[in-house]
């Protein structure tokens, strides 16, 4: 690996700086050597009598140790923001268990810190094995998901497509306060590619008080607390004028990042009228054909949502997005695939419902997938 010369972005406090300024750890002294400039890998440990590699590479900002992959491999960031209790920990954790074992595309995703995994895991057992929710992400917990992703069916020769692709689940109450734009959560917002914003239709009025959903599915989701509905257009203005923020743009700018909304919870709205026998919000996703991700299914749902809100009165909605983002899709999913039997205890059988469609469309227009 060359170390002059190119520019790297740390994926933890997402400071840019040329490569050659990395650091260089000896793992047994601990002690930080300085490579000469040209100097290749491995690099020997300048500590006198140690004789040992400084195999550890570290940020000269942050102090984080970098990994490996990280460094020699183009980043994909992305960004989940939503309100408090919008679902995002619970999307992000099946989301990823999917990525994983899908088999139409091919992609193999792998983790690169010791702390991503024991998080997905943690989050696994809860969902997958104890049938519970796990634990939101607190205030204050600026850690990304550091991973790798592969697409084995662009393999050229030796060559295999590979990108660091980190994730950033921010608290919920982060993103309902005003945050100095100097902040990690800012700068993370900021380098992001694009914007997965999480949304529980469930504290819609329309949806809360219209006898939409059932009253004990609607507590049952929402884990036994109610809580207060929230106006459609105080939702998007807020975490609307929150990205801009981040981002230094002018609160009367349209944002030109592509935004995936989801819909969260949509098991507890999927059989509303609006949506007749034949909708394809129903049915398990086809997005994938041939190894290609389908946008006419993609701008079908969209469509579908989209219909839905008007129909329940909730086009404010629509409007206050369009007044906000130039280039956003609806996505409706559910993480567990059926309401939660009680407040505390999800269903039997955890079958998730298009959880893989906005990460999809993300990663298509990012030209990582065809």
Not at 51 to 71: D, Y
Not at 189 to 202: G, H, V
């Amino acid at each position: 690996m060359g170390l002059f010369g190119a520019k790297f972005t740390c994926p933890f406090c997402i400071r840019e700086y040329d490569k050659s300024k990395v650091l260089y750890v000896c793992p047994d002294c601990g002690n930080t050597t300085q490579p000469g400039k040209f100097e290749k890998e491995p690099i020997k440990c300048k500590t006198s009598g140690c004789g040992g590699l400084a195999t550890l590479r570290k940020c000269p900002s942050c102090g984080q140790i970098i990994p490996k992959t990280a460094l020699e491999t183009p980043n994909l960031p992305f960004s989940i923001v939503g309100v408090s209790n919008a679902g995002k920990t619970n999307y992000i954790t099946v989301m990823l268990h999917e990525l994983g074992k899908s088999s139409g595309l091919r992609l193999a995703l792998g983790h690169q810190t010791k702390e991503t995994l024991d998080h997905q895991n943690e989050n696994y057992h809860r969902i997958y094995e104890e049938h519970t929710r796990p634990e939101s992400t607190q205030s204050g917990e600026n850690m990304p998901q550091i991973w790798y992703i592969k697409n084995l069916l662009k393999k050229r020769g030796g060559e295999v497509p590979t990108y660091t692709f980190t994730i950033f689940d921010g608290a919920g109450e982060d993103h309902e306060n005003n945050l100095d734009p100097a902040s990690t959560v800012c700068r993370y917002i900021n380098a992001s590619k694009a914007i997965i914003l999480a949304i529980d239709p469930l504290v819609l009025p329309k949806i809360r008080n219209g006898g939409v959903v059932d009253h004990d599915v609607l507590v049952n989701s929402l884990g036994g607390y109610e809580g207060d509905t929230k106006n459609a257009e105080d939702v998007i203005n807020r975490v609307a004028m929150y990205i801009k923020a981040a981002r230094g743009i002018k609160a009367g700018k349209m944002l030109d990042i592509p935004v995936a909304v989801v819909l969260t919870k949509f098991d507890t709205l999927i059989n509303h009228k609006a949506f007749g026998s034949q909708a394809l919000i129903r049915n398990r996703s086809l997005t994938v054909r041939d190894g290609h991700v389908d946008m006419a299914e993609i701008q079908q749902v969209d469509q579908e949502i989209r219909n839905w809100l008007y129909q329940i009165e909730e086009g404010a909605f629509i409007d206050t997005l369009d007044s906000h983002f130039k280039e956003y899709y609806f996505f409706g999913v559910s993480s567990y695939g059926a309401p939660p039997k009680d407040a505390y205890t999800l269903s039997d059988e955890i079958r998730p419902h298009r959880v893989l469609d906005p990460i999809l469309w993300l990663f298509k227009r990012e030209k990582f997938i065809d």
